[in-house]
């Protein structure tokens, strides 16, 4: 049903809602919720079918069972990703939750049309529950609630946190432990090395910084290049940047559009003219701020000579990429190091080299920087089934939405020894030397 009758109507409601672009609408709302939803079921089986040893004459049977937690699953949703909604919610219940599903204010309507679709498809009352409501209100009453059994979470850190503390203020009045699984966004890099190929540096940090406005949470915001590579690089990333067009999702000219609302705006039209200000900063490329009508940012590229800035620091969420191009007498083990320590994130990172030893090398140093991590490719784009997604440290708690590990954050298992022979004596042989 998603992918066929009612593709059209989650693409629109996803372009109107959320501006996206038909192509970031059609690989989201269409495509990505289809996956999960298969994939899911697929794992859930792969699941179910590990059993534990029972060895042949010992007069037992061993098995397990995979049970729902004791309590509500509570999805809280983005408004970035359609598809993410429509997950939060139905992975729990996949695994046998009733589940309480928040969507994003500015996600209500392409999230009521997949809850329409779940209801059309034959999915009883009461077990997914759709609940448009003011987050803190929402927050408050699932936290104090004694049969809370999990929170299934995409949005800020400071939500996340808080939603964290309040579960840790009430935990003496719970039944049970509940799960939490979380993922918070992140400030994603792109880390050239002098064997790079430019030119798909350039494509890929363009789509990876400027699709969606940013507003993904894989989106590259800071870039790091050699010195004696940046002149080019940069004219080459700045060549594609002006070919962009950015305007209405229902133009299909349009490379993107505007930022989600006037906090969103109001927020990147702050850093741009940090930027502007700062001695350390320069703005090379974009920085127009427009809210005649829409929450227009244009796409905005910045450089930087102090790689601890703020802005290769601080989650933007929008068009806006930060480059440090370090000098070329740094050896690439300190770069990585740079990489690897500046931010407080760790959600996706990419490395764009041809030599071998380089490649290696980044992929072991920088193992812990990225949940998701590109070799040769931009740092958004990941595929369910094929890429797992989520980060460590305040991108989340890592659980991997799209892969079977997830669906046993939201199940309690059950070990059962079923005995064949009855008991005859209570004396060990011991007892009887």
């Not at 779940?118 to 987050?135: K, M, S, T, Y």
């Not at 350390?280 to 000579?305: H, K, M, Q, R, Y």
């Not at 070329?328 to 030599?355: C, W």
């Not at 812990?368 to 089934?385: E, L």
Request: hydrophobic content about 40%; proline content about 5%; overall charge negative.
């Amino acid at each position: 049903m998603i992918a066929k009758e009612r593709r059209q109507d989650l693409n629109a409601t996803t372009m109107l809602g959320q501006g996206k672009t038909v192509v970031q609408a059609e690989i989201d709302s269409a495509c990505e919720l289809a996956d999960f939803l298969r994939f899911n079921v697929m794992h859930a089986f792969e699941l179910a079918k590990y059993q534990p040893i029972s060895i042949a004459g010992s007069g037992s049977v061993n098995s397990c069972r995979l049970r729902g937690l004791d309590g509500f699953v509570a999805a809280i949703a983005p408004f970035n990703f359609t598809a993410i909604g429509g997950n939060l919610a139905s992975a729990p219940a996949l695994m046998g939750n009733v589940v309480l599903w928040k969507p994003s204010d500015s996600a209500v309507l392409s999230n009521w049309k997949i809850f329409e679709c779940f209801r059309e498809a034959g999915l009883p009352d009461g077990v997914i529950n759709f609940l448009p409501a003011d987050g803190p209100v929402f927050g408050d009453a699932i936290t104090g609630s004694q049969h809370l059994g999990g929170i299934n979470f995409t949005g800020s850190v400071a939500t996340f946190r808080h939603l964290w503390k309040q579960v840790g203020d009430n935990i003496h009045e719970y039944g049970c432990f509940p799960r939490l699984v979380g993922e918070c966004g992140g400030k994603n890099y792109h880390l050239v090395h002098k064997s790079a190929d430019l030119d798909s540096v350039a494509v890929g940090t363009v789509m990876s910084a400027f699709e969606y406005s940013g507003q993904k949470c894989s989106a590259v915001s800071r870039l790091y290049v050699p010195a004696s590579l940046w002149p080019a690089l940069r004219t080459k990333i700045l060549a594609i940047r002006a070919a962009l067009r950015v305007g209405t999702p229902v133009d299909y000219g349009t490379f993107t559009s505007a930022v989600i609302d006037r906090e969103s705006f109001e927020r990147n039209r702050a850093f741009v003219e940090h930027a502007r200000a700062s001695p350390d900063l320069e703005v090379i490329a974009g920085g127009n701020c427009d809210d005649s009508v829409g929450w227009f940012v244009e796409p905005t590229v910045v450089v930087t000579t102090d790689p601890t800035e703020r802005m290769m620091r601080t989650e933007i969420f929008g068009p806006i990429l930060t480059v440090y191009a370090y000098p070329d007498t740094d050896d690439f083990a300190s770069v990585m190091a740079l990489v690897r320590s500046t931010s407080d994130y760790a959600l996706t990172g990419a490395i764009f080299a041809r030599d071998a030893g380089a490649i290696e090398e980044a992929r072991d140093e920088l193992r812990m920087s990225a949940g998701n991590f590109y070799i040769n490719d931009r740092s958004t784009g990941s595929v369910v089934g094929q890429q797992p997604f989520g980060g460590a440290r305040l991108s989340g708690t890592n659980d991997k939405a799209g892969g079977p590990h997830y669906l046993l954050r939201f199940a309690s298992m059950q070990a059962v020894k079923e005995t064949t022979v009855p008991l005859s004596s209570w004396r060990y042989p011991y007892m009887d030397d």
